[in-house]
C-alpha cells in the first residue's frame, strides 16, 4: 500500500504534508502534539505501543485535523483560506481516511535518514486497517460495558406536574397583573424533585 504525502480533501484541493521545524511548532499548537510523539521510538519492546500514539490521533478526526492544518497552514494562508474553510473539505470518512494515508506518508517521508524509526511506521503502515480495528473494537466494547439503563435510571426525576402548575399559576398572576403589582421577586422554578 503507498502512502504519498499528497492529499486531495472532499472539494478537490491538493495538499502536500511535510513535517519540518516550523511545523513541528504548529503542531504543538494546533495538535497539541509533538512530531516526536508522532516518530514511534524505536527502542520500544512492543512496536504496537510505539505507534500508539500515532493511531490514537488518526483515529481523532478533529486532532487528524489539527495535524493537518499545523502541516499546511502556510500553504492555505497564501490560498487565503481559513482554518474553517479548510475544514468544509472534511466531507466524509473517506477524506479522513486519505487524510490519515498523507500523514503517514509524511512521517514516513520525515523520518527517512532514520530507518530504525522508519521500521515501525512501516508496519504501522502496512497493518493500518487491522490497527483501525482494534481500535474500533476498544471503542465498541467500551461502549458495550456502558449500561446506559442504569445511567438514566440515575438521572432525578424531573416533575413534570409541578412545573406545569407553577406555570400555569405564574400565568393567571402575569395576566391578572398581580405578579407585577406586588413587587416581589417570583420563586424560581424547581426542575428535579
Same mark, same amino acid.
Given at each position: ?18 513535517? !519540518?521545524?516550523?511545523? =513541528?511548532?504548529?503542531?504543538?499548537? +494546533? ?9 514511534? &521510538? ?6 504496537? &505501543? ?9 483515529? &481523532?478526526? +478533529?486532532?487528524? +485535523?489539527?495535524? +493537518? ?10 490560498? $487565503?483560506? !481559513? ?45 493500518? &486497517?487491522?490497527?483501525? =480495528? ?27 406536574? $409541578? ?14 397583573? !398581580?405578579?407585577?403589582?406586588? =413587587? !416581589? ?9
Amino acid at each position: 500500500m503507498e502512502y504519498p504525502r499528497t492529499f486531495t480533501d472532499g472539494l478537490g484541493r491538493e495538499w502536500t504534508l511535510e513535517f !519540518s521545524l516550523a511545523a =513541528g511548532r504548529r503542531l504543538q499548537e +494546533f495538535a497539541g502534539v509533538t512530531t516526536e510523539q508522532l516518530v514511534p &521510538d524505536p527502542r520500544a519492546k512492543n512496536k504496537e &505501543d510505539a505507534v500508539l500514539p500515532v493511531v490514537n490521533l488518526l483515529g &481523532d478526526p +478533529f486532532q487528524a +485535523f489539527g495535524v +493537518f492544518y499545523a502541516l499546511v497552514k502556510p500553504a492555505a494562508d497564501a490560498k $487565503g483560506l !481559513s482554518r474553517d474553510q479548510l475544514l468544509e473539505g472534511f466531507t466524509d470518512d473517506s477524506v479522513s481516511e486519505r487524510l490519515s494515508k498523507a500523514i503517514i506518508g509524511a512521517l514516513l517521508f520525515f523520518s527517512r535518514n532514520a530507518p530504525q524509526k522508519t521500521a515501525a511506521l512501516r508496519t504501522l503502515a502496512a497493518n493500518w &486497517d487491522q490497527f483501525l =480495528g482494534r481500535i474500533n473494537k476498544r471503542i465498541e466494547s467500551g461502549m458495550s460495558k456502558l449500561d446506559f439503563g442504569a445511567a438514566l435510571d440515575a438521572m432525578p426525576e424531573i416533575d413534570v406536574e $409541578g412545573l406545569n402548575r407553577q406555570i400555569a399559576e405564574r400565568s393567571r398572576s402575569f395576566a391578572t397583573g !398581580s405578579a407585577a403589582s406586588s =413587587g !416581589s421577586t417570583p420563586k424560581p422554578i424547581p426542575c428535579v424533585s
